[in-house]
Nanobody
Framework: QVQLVESGGGLVQAGGSLRLSCAAS????????MGWFRQAPGKEREFAAG????????NYAGSVKGRFTISRDNAKNTVYLQMNSLEPEDTAVYYC?????????????????WGQGTQVTVSS
Protein backbone atom coordinates (compact mmCIF):
# COMPACT_ATOMS: atom_id res chain seq x y z
CA GLN A 1 0.00 0.00 0.00
CA VAL A 2 1.17 3.51 -0.81
CA GLN A 3 -0.05 6.65 0.90
CA LEU A 4 0.36 10.04 -0.74
CA VAL A 5 0.18 13.39 1.03
CA GLU A 6 0.18 16.64 -0.95
CA SER A 7 1.21 20.03 0.40
CA GLY A 8 2.07 23.48 -0.87
CA GLY A 9 -1.25 24.67 -2.19
CA GLY A 10 -2.66 28.09 -1.41
CA LEU A 11 -3.82 31.43 -2.74
CA VAL A 12 -1.60 33.31 -5.18
CA GLN A 13 -2.03 36.21 -7.56
CA ALA A 14 -1.93 35.71 -11.30
CA GLY A 15 1.64 35.57 -12.50
CA GLY A 16 2.87 34.11 -9.24
CA SER A 17 4.37 30.74 -8.41
CA LEU A 18 3.71 27.80 -6.14
CA ARG A 19 5.54 24.55 -5.51
CA LEU A 20 3.50 21.49 -4.67
CA SER A 21 5.02 18.51 -2.91
CA CYS A 22 3.76 14.97 -2.64
CA ALA A 23 5.29 12.74 0.01
CA ALA A 24 4.85 9.02 -0.44
CA SER A 25 5.07 6.20 2.05
CA UNK A 26 6.31 2.78 1.07
CA UNK A 27 9.61 1.35 -0.02
CA UNK A 28 8.53 0.90 -3.65
CA UNK A 29 8.13 4.59 -4.46
CA UNK A 30 11.22 4.62 -6.63
CA UNK A 31 9.71 2.20 -9.16
CA UNK A 32 6.40 4.00 -9.54
CA UNK A 33 5.53 6.47 -12.21
CA MET A 34 3.96 9.58 -10.71
CA GLY A 35 1.46 12.09 -11.97
CA TRP A 36 -0.21 15.34 -11.05
CA PHE A 37 -3.85 15.85 -11.93
CA ARG A 38 -6.20 18.71 -11.23
CA GLN A 39 -9.93 19.17 -10.94
CA ALA A 40 -11.74 22.47 -11.13
CA PRO A 41 -15.31 22.86 -9.83
CA GLY A 42 -17.80 21.31 -12.21
CA LYS A 43 -15.11 19.82 -14.40
CA GLU A 44 -13.56 16.39 -14.82
CA ARG A 45 -10.20 15.53 -13.36
CA GLU A 46 -7.51 16.29 -15.91
CA PHE A 47 -3.88 15.35 -16.38
CA ALA A 48 -1.33 18.08 -15.67
CA ALA A 49 2.07 16.36 -15.63
CA GLY A 50 3.68 12.93 -15.39
CA UNK A 51 7.14 11.56 -14.65
CA UNK A 52 8.54 8.08 -15.06
CA UNK A 53 10.17 6.05 -12.32
CA UNK A 54 13.65 7.59 -12.52
CA UNK A 55 12.75 11.08 -13.66
CA UNK A 56 14.21 10.50 -17.08
CA UNK A 57 11.00 11.19 -18.93
CA UNK A 58 8.26 13.73 -18.31
CA ASN A 59 5.09 14.82 -20.05
CA TYR A 60 2.80 17.82 -19.69
CA ALA A 61 -0.67 18.86 -20.68
CA GLY A 62 -0.63 21.52 -23.34
CA SER A 63 -2.26 24.02 -21.00
CA VAL A 64 0.66 23.91 -18.54
CA LYS A 65 3.62 23.14 -20.77
CA GLY A 66 6.36 25.72 -20.37
CA ARG A 67 4.95 26.92 -17.05
CA PHE A 68 4.90 23.80 -14.85
CA THR A 69 7.79 21.46 -14.07
CA ILE A 70 7.44 18.01 -12.50
CA SER A 71 10.40 16.44 -10.72
CA ARG A 72 11.08 13.75 -8.16
CA ASP A 73 13.56 12.87 -5.46
CA ASN A 74 13.47 9.13 -4.91
CA ALA A 75 15.75 9.38 -1.90
CA LYS A 76 13.07 11.52 -0.23
CA ASN A 77 10.07 9.62 -1.64
CA THR A 78 8.77 12.93 -2.92
CA VAL A 79 7.49 14.31 -6.21
CA TYR A 80 7.18 18.02 -6.90
CA LEU A 81 5.23 20.29 -9.20
CA GLN A 82 6.75 23.73 -9.70
CA MET A 83 4.08 26.04 -11.07
CA ASN A 84 5.11 29.39 -12.55
CA SER A 85 3.19 32.14 -14.36
CA LEU A 86 -0.01 30.96 -12.74
CA GLU A 87 -3.31 31.94 -14.31
CA PRO A 88 -6.83 32.06 -12.84
CA GLU A 89 -7.62 29.08 -15.08
CA ASP A 90 -5.14 27.03 -13.03
CA THR A 91 -7.44 27.23 -10.01
CA ALA A 92 -8.29 23.67 -9.00
CA VAL A 93 -7.70 20.94 -6.48
CA TYR A 94 -4.40 19.31 -7.39
CA TYR A 95 -3.94 15.59 -6.83
CA CYS A 96 -0.81 13.50 -6.73
CA UNK A 97 -1.08 9.96 -8.08
CA UNK A 98 1.16 6.90 -8.20
CA UNK A 99 1.14 4.15 -10.78
CA UNK A 100 2.48 0.63 -10.30
CA UNK A 101 3.74 0.98 -13.84
CA UNK A 102 7.19 2.48 -14.22
CA UNK A 103 5.98 4.76 -16.99
CA UNK A 104 3.42 7.54 -16.60
CA UNK A 105 -0.04 7.69 -18.08
CA UNK A 106 -2.09 10.75 -18.93
CA UNK A 107 -5.28 8.97 -17.91
CA UNK A 108 -6.49 8.72 -14.30
CA UNK A 109 -7.23 5.03 -14.83
CA UNK A 110 -3.49 4.45 -15.18
CA UNK A 111 -2.90 5.25 -11.52
CA UNK A 112 -3.42 3.04 -8.49
CA UNK A 113 -2.98 5.41 -5.57
CA TRP A 114 -4.18 8.97 -4.97
CA GLY A 115 -3.57 11.71 -2.46
CA GLN A 116 -6.31 13.73 -0.82
CA GLY A 117 -5.62 16.82 -2.93
CA THR A 118 -4.47 20.36 -2.22
CA GLN A 119 -6.32 23.51 -3.23
CA VAL A 120 -4.65 26.01 -5.54
CA THR A 121 -6.45 29.31 -6.06
CA VAL A 122 -5.15 31.94 -8.46
CA SER A 123 -6.70 35.39 -8.21
CA SER A 124 -6.84 37.81 -11.11
Amino acid sequence: QVQLVESGGGLVQAGGSLRLSCAASGRTFSIFAMGWFRQAPGKEREFAAGINWNGGSTNYAGSVKGRFTISRDNAKNTVYLQMNSLEPEDTAVYYCAASRSSFYSSSPVGYNYWGQGTQVTVSS
